[in-house]
């Protein structure tokens, strides 16, 4: 689950992390107030969605010369307009797709007396099997430019599990960061609150891009990006209540009431496997054969037959969706329960797009069964690479 920047900020504040001061809105009218309750004389009108790039991204509406998503003001007026103009429009970032997000919230923050911009993050780094930071003094860049041309400009600090974040750690970030007087005693404090606020809400992402040291040279997170491990939700209730459905695909989120793992992509043919490596397969031998597939879907080893029709549901629900291949190897899962939940949807939804269908292992034979007597328009296959042959030919006509 990802949540926005005043989201994030909140909860690291709840840490005692040192944020800057700023208010959520959901609407142009709140904008004065919002303001008038900061500070200034500098205001930082930001728009929330969940992607990066916001600052230079643009909005579709209103043209390549428009400002973009994160826009600095010196008046309160400015920060109203500036509200008025984001608030409801597309923006387009490197993250969005060309698609872009429309912007419900934004979030207007005190502005900062920056001297320094830094990069930090936290993750888990899977070539060592431990969370790590990632820290680089080229903040309020993209991490991807600076692993490109200078990566010797990010530096990678693993943690020990058992031992937790030491001195040696925190020695090694300071450095890393050049950090120092008021910084570095800063960071001293900053870095270990940071990775407990990780570990103990379960985050698999916390980036702070920039953290900052301020004219006063103290430090400050600037900006915070958090997504969550789904996989600990049962852990961590309170976190339920930070999930905007508006940032989310409508499909995917219909896949999570039936305990499906989907997630849509941007090709035209539609797949539905059981087991995460066959799915990855099948969406691969799609692409070799010349076409894209529309989504990744697992139904996983013990699907009931409405699991599967919901499954069939959602794929069918997709515009873009020009074919279909239901891929399945009976294991745990069975064919015959995989086909009645085909035959099912078929029928509540009707069929307007080609479908192949390839059965192996438990009860193979009963489910293909199913399918031959069942009326549906359905082209048999016998392997793997004969049904992604066969849907990217249907598909490609």
Not at 10 to 17: C, M, N, R
Not at 214 to 238: C, E, T, W, Y
Not at 295 to 306: I, Q
């Amino acid at each position: 689950m990802n949540i926005h920047e005043y989201q994030a900020k909140a909860l690291l504040k709840s840490f005692g992390v040192s944020v800057s001061d700023g208010v959520p809105i959901m609407q142009a009218s709140e904008a004065e107030a919002a303001a008038k309750s900061l500070p200034g004389p500098v205001w930082v009108v930001k728009s929330q969605i969940h992607a990066g790039g916001r600052g230079k991204g643009r909005f579709k509406e209103l043209g390549a010369d428009a400002a973009g998503g994160v826009r600095v003001v010196k008046s309160v007026e400015d920060v109203v307009k500036n509200a008025a103009e984001m608030l409801g429009n597309t923006l387009v970032t490197k993250q969005t797709g060309p698609a872009g997000k429309q912007v419900n919230r934004l979030y207007i923050e005190d502005g900062a007396d920056i001297a320094r911009e830094l990069y930090l993050s936290i993750l888990v780094d899977r070539t060592v099997g431990r969370v790590a930071f990632v820290v680089s003094t080229e903040g309020g860049m993209d991490i991807e430019a600076v692993a490109e041309e200078t990566p010797e400009k990010i530096i990678t600090v693993a943690i020990d599990p058992i031992a937790g974040i030491t001195d040696a750690d925190v020695a090694a970030l300071c450095d890393g960061l050049k950090l120092e007087g008021d910084a570095r005693a800063d960071g001293q404090t900053l870095f270990p609150t940071l990775y407990k606020a990780y570990t103990e809400t379960d985050m698999s992402l916390l980036e702070v891009n920039p953290l900052v040291v301020l004219g006063d040279g103290h430090l400050r997170v600037l900006d915070a990006k958090v997504s969550f491990d789904g996989n600990a939700d049962f852990r961590q209730p309170q976190l339920a209540e930070l999930r905007d459905l508006t940032e989310e695909d409508a499909k995917e989120i219909e896949a999570s009431k039936f305990d499906l793992a989907y997630i849509a992509l941007d090709g035209d043919i539609g797949c539905m496997v059981n087991g995460a490596g066959l799915a990855m397969a099948t969406m691969d031998i799609i692409k070799l054969y010349g076409a894209s597939p529309a989504n990744f879907l697992d139904v996983g080893g013990g699907a009931t037959t409405e699991k599967v029709t919901a499954a069939f549901k959602i794929i069918t629900s997709d515009p873009q969706v020009k074919g279909i291949l239901v891929n399945i190897f009976g294991g745990i899962m069975q064919c015959d329960v995989i086909a009645e939940g085909v035959v099912t949807a078929v029928k509540e939804v009707g069929l307007q797009v080609p479908l192949v269908v390839r059965l192996e292992g438990t009860n193979v034979e009963r489910g293909k069964e199913i399918i031959n007597s069942s009326g549906l328009n359905v082209i048999a296959a016998d392997d793997l690479d004969d049904a992604a042959q066969k849907i990217v030919k249907a598909v490609k006509g």
